[in-house]
């Protein structure tokens, strides 16, 4: 199903999903994680159905497709410096669209780790207990009240990068 998934020769290069069953893979993804968080989360909704559920993958996918697709023959190479610039642009748009009734900043958060994850580029935050001490919290959000741009997140993110550091079970 990910076949069409491209890298370029730089080892942090955007992913480019141009092909269809992709980017609903991506998409089914990223609803089967909403799905998770809200029964594993402390949160008021459980999963969307009918049209609203229509919507919100519509919507998913709508982001995951400005991200990773190719448009007007440009593609994300194109439009982002690296994967790290190309998770936080799908993270900044899932958080405030507001895609979800809840769990917008989680889903978002932890989609864009497990992006990198995914593409060989594990990201490593303190995740303290205390949410002022917790750098993917302050992550988010900075993102969703923009106390930081989208690039310094995306900096944030590839100075907690563990890619080819030390134990390559890691990736």
């Not at 748009?93 to 809840?102: A, L, N, R």
Request: charged residues 20%; negative net charge; proline residues 4%.
């Amino acid at each position: 199903m990910m076949a069409a998934m491209q890298r370029s020769a730089h080892p942090f290069a955007p992913l480019v999903l141009d092909d269809t069953g992709s980017l609903e893979a991506m998409a089914a993804a990223a609803m089967r994680l909403h799905s998770t968080l809200m029964t594993v989360g402390r949160c008021y909704t459980t999963d969307a159905t009918g049209d609203r559920a229509a919507l919100e993958l519509g919507r998913v996918e709508s982001v995951l497709a400005g991200a990773f697709c190719t448009i007007f023959g440009q593609s994300p190479a194109d439009r982002f410096a690296d994967i790290f610039d190309q998770v936080t642009y799908v993270a900044e748009h899932m958080v405030k669209d507001h895609i979800f009734e809840d769990g917008n900043k989680r889903t978002s958060l932890i989609y864009a780790l497990s992006v990198l994850r995914f593409a060989g580029t594990p990201v490593e935050l303190i995740d303290s207990p205390e949410p002022k001490d917790n750098q993917y919290y302050a992550w988010i959000q900075d993102l969703v009240s923009g106390n930081r741009t989208t690039s310094g997140l995306a900096e944030e993110l590839r100075r907690g990068c563990i890619a080819g550091i030390g134990d390559p079970s890691h990736v």
